[in-house]
């Protein structure tokens, strides 16, 4: 049993055991203080009741107009407690969080070679989009697939449409 609650300022310093992981992305202290300031309901922590953070998902609204979306920056659960279905229930969530802001779509970006997390996105109802080249700092070659998922208010999923050619990161609005 876990529940998902708000990721606190304490929670940084409880989530080494998820980070730890060769395929989550890690960042500065002051990036994840930057998303808990600017999209806090956008940050969420599953949490056992335990108190040990089991997994936790980072993200935000942005663009404009048909472009306005929720992205997810990072998704993440401690190899302890993967197939458990929260990495589902973080990204049901922040689906949720970004219907009520009338987003069009939710949109991540994911390596190319992770075949698992790939497929449990398809499964989520996410399209490959679009590959972008180069993606991942310090690997150059590695890609990452944009994958997407239309929400209602993009009624005739225009959003999902995938595109024909890749993409470099410098393309990526």
């Not at 190899?79 to 987003?103: I, N, T």
Request: charged share 25%.
């Amino acid at each position: 049993m876990s529940i998902i609650r708000p990721f606190t300022c304490d929670d940084l310093f409880k989530f080494n055991n998820v980070n730890l992981d060769p395929l989550t992305e890690t960042y500065g202290l002051s990036f994840y203080m930057l998303y808990l300031a600017h999209w806090p309901e956008y940050v969420q922590v599953a949490e056992s009741p335990s108190g040990e953070i089991m997994g936790y998902i980072m993200g935000k609204a942005e663009g404009s107009g048909e472009s306005w979306h929720g992205h997810v920056t990072a998704l993440t659960v401690s190899p302890d407690y993967r197939r458990l279905g929260l990495a589902a229930k973080l990204m049901k969530y922040l689906e949720e969080v970004s219907e009520k802001k009338q987003a069009y779509f939710v949109d991540l970006f994911v390596r190319v070679s992770n075949k698992v997390a790939i497929q449990m996105y398809q499964q989520l109802g996410y399209i490959v989009y679009r590959t972008v080249l180069e993606y991942y700092n310090g690997d150059p070659d590695e890609n990452a697939y944009d994958m997407r998922k239309a929400l209602s208010r993009d009624v005739l999923k225009q959003s999902v449409i995938p595109l024909t050619h890749p993409v470099r990161p410098e393309e990526v609005e």
